[in-house]
């Protein structure tokens, strides 16, 4: 039997497969097709894209206070926008300038303002996954920044990331350093 998931994958029932697949949570049965799943705080909006991380990044720049309310700096991974499925709910989408001059959209939540991931003009075809919405919890305990980006902003309580390339502003295209934090 051929069944169809939440998701808008095909997939086949056999009688070993039922049980196995009647116990996993649909976050899980993305994972089995290299997926992964976003989601937002008030569960109004659920996305899945391929789990290929391309570059993990922690963001410094000037806008991340703003947009967290708390936090000086996010947490983020980069990977294509080919597989993005809006799988529930409806994002809103609003942008602006951003220091390096490309033109970045937040794609969010509109009941909870939850920040999904971003695009920008600078990386057609790519967005900037934000850590703290994916829902696998392995992704969420194994992430580290390869790259710190708009350290310049960065506050002195916040240590570097330790073997993470540290940019002093955007992704090595602007002025300033760029090098390596060794570790000790």
């Known amino acids: ?10 997939y086949i029932i056999t009688a ?7 116990n996993l949570k649909d976050s899980s049965i993305t994972t089995l097709f290299n997926m992964t799943q976003s989601s937002c ?13 391309e570059l993990k990044f922690k963001c410094h ?3 991340e206070g703003k947009l967290t309310g708390a936090s000086p700096f996010s947490l983020n991974f980069i990977t294509s926008t080919d597989s993005l499925k809006v799988v529930k709910g409806e994002l809103k989408t609003w942008g602006f300038v ?14 909870c ?5 971003r695009t920008s003009s600078g990386f057609p ?22 790259v710190e980006i708009f350290t310049r902003n960065r506050p ?3 240590p570097a990331v330790e073997g993470a390339v540290q940019n002093w502003t955007d992704f090595g295209t602007g002025e300033g350093p760029a090098v390596a934090v060794e570790a000790n």
């Open 41 to 53: 705080l008030c569960g109004a909006n659920v996305i899945t894209y391929e789990g290929t991380q």
């Open 61 to 63: 720049c000037a806008n």
């Open 98 to 111: 951003v220091d390096s001059g490309n033109f970045m959209t937040n794609h969010c939540c509109g009941e």
């Open 125 to 146: 075809g790519k967005m900037a996954v934000k850590i703290g919405c994916v829902d696998d919890e392995e992704i969420l305990k194994t992430f580290v920044p390869e």
């Open 1 to 10: 039997m051929v069944r169809r998931s939440n998701y808008g994958f095909n």
């Open 156 to 158: 002195s309580w916040v």
């Open 113 to 117: 303002g939850s920040l999904l991931y």
């Open 16 to 22: 070993s497969s039922n049980q196995l697949l009647t």
